[in-house]
Every structure is written in structure tokens, then in C-alpha cells.
């Protein structure tokens, strides 16, 4: 645990200026008029982009405002291990919201069944071993009342005028907490909440149970929230209780993040050996909000888009790229985007290439990039893509509306293991109207697959608040829809849970639920690729390497491989290149003739999704990283 000191550093670095003195806000270097506070669990790896792009509108128009990394005093406090554990809602249980519900409610029944872990469904995630949540609740639960009480202490002694709260997954609770024992020690300080956890009507509900909270602001703050404080600060009347924010329509007008609050604290932490020194790991950016796929034809399962799509311009997005990594050399910039604009690769990476621009990036993608695109963001510095593959049963995918066909997520998963780029992603079953001959058809795939990186964790699906499957709930096979029981776990009795509640639980038919041993199958074919994957020495490898005349040779380590090198001629060779593009069985029969039966008997071609497809990757097929 860190010393009182310590966790005063903030303080401290604000209320003395450089002669030594106090500053008490007259010469010295300001206290902050607003101070936005980040609360546990964000990830303490990377700064708050929200915070910080409000704290810069603030600035820009005058006001000393500073952002306080809550959250990194409690990872430190806690430990870093332990508090990522509990950060990432494992399985839609949101533990980190108990620990802090404790202290905002009394009478809240204990979050045992919230403990529970789901390791066969994520088997690379070390911290999910059984009894992990409990033994970090506890310690998390032991360490609050101190970090309330120094967290208040600390904001009490900086005396802003306006404290505002930042709240996206997993921080109401330590929000509420946290304003809850400042308004018990300063009841003066205007408090406010904003973010992804207030939008409509979730923040009107919160509002109701929140009287810790002068005021909560739903929507994109960006432009509005600075004129919100200024006008408080300057005497006119409080902001409404609850007040809904127009998106802006220009995002080159929204602030650029400045990320030097996160980082001094960070350094203070770190001095004290609270926080791991590879901290941070990485910063985030932003190209755009909402999702231009979505406004076309949204993905029923979508719950993250909340607005109409917009977009920053080309060159403001080069510009806060070449800036933020002249300014922070070999660490990931991370686009908060929802997915990557259309034709982005193209619009700005040759620039940035052709000026010698190499920096880690990674962009949230949809899985129909072409190849030429991702040869593109490799040669940026990419090394890590989120394409949202989902599944790769073809009629799931047609059901989702993804917009992307299986064969072009396999291309995906193999391109990516060509040039080597981590590619992590999520695989859903189980919904209604799904087609049992298909998942019989994907247990048999997926061991020719085993050399392509694997689903991070695998789910049967839930309906998220706003997604087109919860909206429309019936049409779509959705019956007896109701919030998830987790939140009587954080909310009390008279909160009204349909409007707060992010994940919600139904009944509907799956082909599955009738087919326990396929169901079974699948499972166990999927646990089977994901482990072994856990070791980077031991990912299979199926790869082709050209030879002299135009020959080829492919080597070949799957488990299920038939032989571990095949030499092929000429024409093989261009017949096996011949599939690096879909083709239907017109074409191959056509183009590729007698090869095809020797290729699809070696599983180096599959045929799916009405496609014949090569799964050689290019290169000796080392892969990165463990998934
Ligand atoms: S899942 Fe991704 S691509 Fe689909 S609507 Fe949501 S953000 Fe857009």
C-alpha cells in the first residue's frame, strides 16, 4: 500500500509553486476551479480520452481544471494484478461495481454469486482461476474505506468549485462513492457525472438514486460541458439536475487530449513502486464516433453505438497521430473508435508511411479489409487488429447482419498470421434460428483452422441495451426479456433497473440447446484451438514458401496436418495462389482443375461458406504472440 504522502503527491504538486510556496491560488500554479476525477476500474494502463478532452475545453476557455487518476491510487492500493482482475466484467459480472455499491447502499445483498468465473470459456486468461474473484473482492473491499477517505481528503484540500465524474463500464459505483463521502466533507463542491454510464435514459435513473449528485449530463459533453461550468463558476444558475447533451456534429471542433495529468500521477506511483514501470501501456485517440456500418444496416447484436456516425478530417487525425507519437516514442496508440472509418487506410497511411511514420498502432476494424489495406497498416506499424469477426458459421452471420461472410473473416485470420499481426476477437453461438448441420460442419473445420489465431473467449449471446436484438426482442425469437439479475447486486430495491441496465437475459430457441453433445463438441474444439495457443512456441504452422522455377514448397505442423512438407510444381503452386482470393466451385473447377481434390485433401483449401479459400499463410508463419 502506498503512504499517506503518496497518494498526496496530486495534492501537493498543485498547492506549491516553484519558489516553494503556497500557491492558495493566488500566483502560485492554480488549483483547478473543476477537477474531473477518474474513478476505478478504468484500465490503469492508458488515460481517460473523455476526461481529458473535457479537462482541454475547459482550459481553452479559460478555467483551471485538472483531471485526478482515481483509479491508479486504487490499483496501487489493491495491487495491479488484483485490480485488473476485477476490472474486466468476466461473463456480464460486474464485480468492481460491488465492491463500490457496498459503500453507496446499505442493505445490498453480498456479490457472491457475482465471484463466480467462467474459465472454460476464456481458457488464456490467467486471473480467471476458480476463487480469484472472491480473494480480489475481498482485498478490494478491505482497501476502499481508505481510499474513500484519502480520495475525499484529497479533493477537500484542493477545494474545487465544480468536481465531475467520468463514468464509463464499472465506474458508477466508485463515482457515487467517491461524491458521496466529498459531499459528506465538503457539501459546497457542485458535483457532476458524465459518460457512457449516463446516457438516456440510464442517467435519469441514476439521477433518481444518486442525491449525491448535483447533476448528471447525458450524451457527448464535449462542446456543452465547458459552458455548463463557466457559467456556474461565474455565478449564474446550477445546471439542471439532469441535462442532455446534442452530439457534436464537427469532430474537428471536439479538443485534443493532453495527457500530462495521467502521466505525473502515474510517474508519482510508479516512483513509490505502486504501478508496474511498462505503465503506460498504451494512449488512447479518437477518428471518429458512432459507426458508419450502422448507420447503413446496424448489427442486431450491436450495443455500442449510441449516435449518428461522424468522422474527424484526414488531417486532423495525422496530425494527432504524428504529435502524439513524437511525444510518447514506442507507445500503442489506440483508436477509442468503434470501428475504423471507411477507406482510412488508404485516405492517410501512404502519407504517413511515405514520412517515415512507424508507431504502434491499433484501430478496432471490420473483418472485410483487403489485403492491401492491411499490408498498409502493417507497414504504419500496426500489430494488433480487433476485427469483429463474431463467428464463422456463415447463417449467424447473415442473422447478425454483419455485413462480413465467414470466408472473409477466415481470409482475415489468415492474412493476419501472414504478416504476422495479433488479430483478437470474440466467437457468439446460440441464437435463435441457428443451424445445427453448420456448427456440425464448423467441429469439423475448425482443426484445419488450428494455425489461425483463436476466439479470445467464446459466448453464447447476450442482449445488450440499445442492440437491435433487445429492441426488437420478439421478432427476433427473443422471449421473456429482463434486465440481468446482477444489478439487485449494486442498485437499490426502488432503482428503476430496465432503464439502468447495460445486459439483459431472455429465453429463445437455439439448435443447440436440442444437440447436447454437438454443443459439447464445439465447445471442446474451441477450447482446444485457444489452448494451444497459450504458448508461443507451440502455435501450429501452415505456411508456403516459393521455389526456384515457381514451385512451391508448404510445411505444415497442424495437428491434423496430413504430411508435414509437400512439393509442388508450378502449376500447383499457381493453383494454391489461386485460392489466396474466395472462389466458387465454378471457378475452381475451372481455373485450378485437378489440383483442387490434392489441395482440399491436404486441408490447405476449404471449402465453406460456398467458397473454396487457401489457409497457407505466406512466409514461415511465426506468430507474434500468445492470443
Ligand atoms: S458491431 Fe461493429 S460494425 Fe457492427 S454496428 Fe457495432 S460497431 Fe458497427
Given at each position: 500500500m502506498l503512504s499517506e504522502e503518496a497518494a498526496h503527491a496530486f495534492v501537493d504538486e498543485r498547492l506549491v509553486d516553484d519558489e516553494g510556496l503556497c500557491a492558495g491560488g493566488q500566483g502560485g500554479q492554480a488549483i483547478p476551479e473543476v477537477l474531473l476525477i477518474v474513478p476505478p476500474f478504468l484500465k490503469p494502463g492508458s488515460p481517460a480520452l473523455g476526461a481529458e478532452i473535457l479537462a482541454a475545453a475547459c482550459r481553452s476557455q479559460g478555467m483551471d481544471c485538472d483531471v485526478l487518476y482515481a483509479n491508479l491510487s486504487f490499483a496501487a492500493r489493491v495491487g495491479d494484478a488484483t485490480y485488473r482482475r476485477i476490472m474486466i466484467p468476466r461473463h456480464g459480472k460486474p464485480l468492481g461495481e460491488a465492491v463500490f455499491a457496498q459503500e453507496v447502499y446499505s442493505g445490498l445483498p453480498h456479490p457472491a454469486p457475482l465471484f463466480a468465473t467462467a474459465t472454460e470459456n476464456a481458457p488464456n486468461f490467467p486471473w480467471d482461476e476458480p476463487a480469484a474473484g472472491e480473494r480480489c473482492y475481498d482485498i478490494c473491499r478491505a482497501q476502499t474505506p481508505g481510499f474513500l477517505e484519502e480520495t475525499a481528503a484529497a479533493v477537500a484540500d484542493l477545494a474545487p468549485k465544480i468536481v465531475g465524474f467520468t463514468a464509463t463500464v464499472q465506474q458508477t459505483m466508485a463515482s457515487l462513492a467517491i461524491a458521496k463521502t466529498v459531499k459528506a466533507l465538503r457539501p459546497e463542491i457542485f458535483t457532476m457525472l458524465g459518460g457512457d454510464a449516463s446516457r438516456l435514459p440510464m442517467g435519469q435513473a441514476l439521477?433518481?438514486?444518486?442525491p449525491m449528485l448535483?447533476?448528471?449530463?447525458?450524451?457527448?459533453?464535449d462542446l456543452v460541458f465547458p459552458h455548463l461550468c463557466q457559467d456556474y463558476l461565474q455565478g449564474g444558475a446550477s445546471p439542471p439536475w439532469v441535462i442532455e447533451c446534442a452530439p457534436p456534429t464537427e469532430l474537428d471542433q471536439v479538443a485534443a487530449p493532453d495527457y500530462s495529468s495521467y502521466l505525473r500521477q502515474l510517474g508519482d506511483l510508479q516512483a513509490a513502486g505502486g504501478l508496474p514501470e511498462t505503465y503506460p501501456n498504451h494512449l488512447l485517440f479518437e477518428s471518429s464516433r458512432g459507426c458508419w456500418w450502422a448507420d447503413k444496416s446496424r448489427c442486431r447484436f450491436c450495443g455500442l453505438v449510441h449516435a449518428g456516425y461522424r468522422r474527424k478530417s484526414g488531417a486532423r487525425i495525422v496530425a494527432e497521430l504524428r504529435a502524439a507519437a513524437e511525444r510518447h516514442p514506442g507507445v500503442l496508440l489506440q483508436a477509442a473508435d468503434c470501428v475504423m472509418p471507411s477507406g482510412m487506410p488508404h485516405e492517410i497511411l501512404p502519407e504517413l508511411i511515405e514520412d517515415g511514420f512507424r508507431h504502434p498502432l491499433q484501430w478496432a476494424i471490420r473483418p472485410d479489409l483487403t489485403p492491401?489495406?492491411?499490408l498498409l497498416m502493417k507497414k504504419a506499424g500496426f500489430a494488433h487488429v480487433q476485427p469483429g469477426i463474431e463467428s464463422l458459421c456463415p447463417s449467424i452471420l447473415t442473422a447478425f447482419r454483419k455485413g462480413a461472410r465467414a470466408h472473409q473473416n477466415i481470409a482475415l485470420l489468415r492474412e493476419g498470421r501472414s504478416m504476422r499481426l495479433d488479430v483478437t476477437w470474440n466467437f457468439l453461438f446460440r441464437i435463435p434460428g441457428d443451424d445445427l448441420e453448420e456448427y456440425a460442419g464448423l467441429v469439423r473445420l475448425l482443426p484445419a483452422?488450428?494455425?489461425?489465431?483463436p476466439p479470445m473467449t467464446f459466448s453464447s449471446i447476450v442482449l445488450q441495451r440499445t442492440s437491435p436484438f433487445l429492441e426488437d426482442a420478439g421478432r427476433f425469437g427473443f422471449h421473456e426479456v429482463r434486465p440481468s439479475p446482477v444489478y439487485r447486486y449494486l442498485y437499490p430495491p426502488e432503482t428503476r433497473i430496465a432503464d439502468i441496465a447495460l445486459d439483459f437475459q431472455g429465453r429463445w430457441h437455439s439448435a443447440l440447446d436440442e444437440a447436447p453433445e454437438l454443443r459439447a463438441d464445439l465447445e471442446e474444439s474451441l477450447r482446444s484451438w485457444m489452448?494451444?495457443?497459450?504458448?508461443?512456441?507451440?502455435?501450429p504452422a501452415l505456411f508456403k514458401v516459393p521455389l526456384a522455377g515457381g514451385r512451391v514448397v508448404v510445411q505444415d505442423t497442424?495437428?491434423?496436418a496430413k504430411e508435414a512438407i509437400v512439393l509442388g510444381d508450378a502449376k500447383y503452386a499457381d493453383a494454391l495462389a489461386y485460392f489466396d482470393a474466395p472462389r466458387t466451385k465454378r471457378q475452381a473447377e475451372e481455373v485450378a482443375g485437378a489440383a483442387v481434390a490434392d489441395l482440399l485433401e491436404h486441408g490447405f483449401?476449404?471449402?465453406?461458406?460456398d467458397r473454396y479459400l487457401s489457409l497457407v499463410t505466406r512466409g514461415h508463419g511465426r506468430s507474434r504472440t500468445a492470443a
Open positions: 439521477a433518481e438514486i444518486a448535483d447533476c448528471v449530463v447525458a450524451g457527448e459533453a492491401a489495406e492491411l483452422l488450428s494455425h489461425l489465431q489452448t494451444t495457443w497459450r504458448d508461443p512456441g507451440t502455435h497442424r495437428p491434423c483449401v476449404i471449402d465453406w461458406d
